[in-house]
């Protein structure tokens, strides 16, 4: 039998069995779970007598019959140990929101979930990851990417993304000027002051200082040949600085297209796809 540790989930839960038992004493039902042939599937058990549930893990003989004997079993969460959810909403094949509806303090949450399907996640203990994004819109792009991505993942082990905002807003209040420019449009973006938009290319420069990161500048140069009068720089690489020992994802406007690892970050471009916050956050976890 494989070893189990924190985080695991049966992959693909169907060799997750629900099964009515005699008993949960674990000596009589590990006897009674060996004296009865499987589906040649399952791997775990999830024993029910009454209200309350155990989980026993298999190890099933050798053969391609549909139904073959077991040689070993183990008990790895008895009743006191074991909790039990329904949840229509969960996806039972989804990590992330097996970890979410876990139960405190119990070593297995077993979770009924969509389509009545059953999977469980032993000792939840869900991977942290900071996710770097400017703000407004709220909720951020890659924010709501990297959600998006856990809700749907099947491979990834239990995230918890732990949001990290660079504000506008506030970095405007930090550096007072009469007239801002902002690399494009956004809701929420409401200042005591003149605003413009570099995207909907001003006919002229002005006085205004740039809200921006250095792709904006260059395109602000390019516009027209001469540089912000003053820039505050909004790059979530300059603010967050050398990488440190925190697993974090963030996105940079120099990066045309595909991810990149910085130590214990990966950055992903600006306007990244779907896939590639996915695959960054695979490897931020690898």
Not at 85 to 106: C, H, I, K, Y
């Amino acid at each position: 039998m494989n070893e189990i540790g924190p985080n695991f989930i049966a992959r693909p839960y169907r060799g997750v069995s629900v099964q009515e038992v005699p008993t949960l004493d674990p000596e009589a039902l590990l006897r009674h779970v060996r004296s009865r042939r499987v589906y040649r599937r399952t791997e775990f058990i999830v024993a029910v007598h009454g209200e309350r549930q155990a989980l026993v893990q298999l190890e099933r003989e050798p053969g391609d019959e549909i139904l073959v004997g077991v040689r070993a079993a183990r008990v790895l969460a008895g009743p006191d140990e074991l909790a039990f959810v329904r949840d229509e909403s969960v996806d039972t094949g989804n990590a992330s929101q097996l970890a979410a509806v876990a139960v405190p303090g119990a070593l297995v949450t077993v979770v009924e979930g969509r389509y009545q399907h059953v999977n469980f996640i032993y000792a939840p203990s869900p991977v942290r990851i900071r996710v770097v994004e400017v703000v407004p819109p709220h909720p951020p792009k890659l924010l709501d990417m990297a959600r998006t991505v856990l809700a749907y993942d099947e491979d990834l082990p239990p995230l918890a993304l732990e949001f990290v905002p660079i504000d506008l807003v506030e970095l405007a209040a930090a550096h007072p000027a009469g007239h801002y420019l902002f690399p494009c449009r956004s809701a929420g973006l409401e200042l005591d002051a003149r605003v413009d938009f570099l995207d909907a290319g001003p006919p002229e420069a002005a006085d205004w200082t740039l809200i921006g990161c250095e792709r904006s500048r260059q395109i602000h140069a390019a516009l027209y040949g001469a540089e912000p009068h003053a820039r505050v720089d909004f790059c979530p690489l300059q603010i967050e600085g050398p990488p440190g020992p925190e697993r974090t994802l963030l996105k940079c406007c120099l990066r045309e297209r595909g991810i990149e690892r910085d130590g214990a970050r990966m950055v992903v471009p600006w306007g990244a796809s779907l896939e590639e916050v996915r695959a960054a956050l695979k490897e931020l976890v690898a």
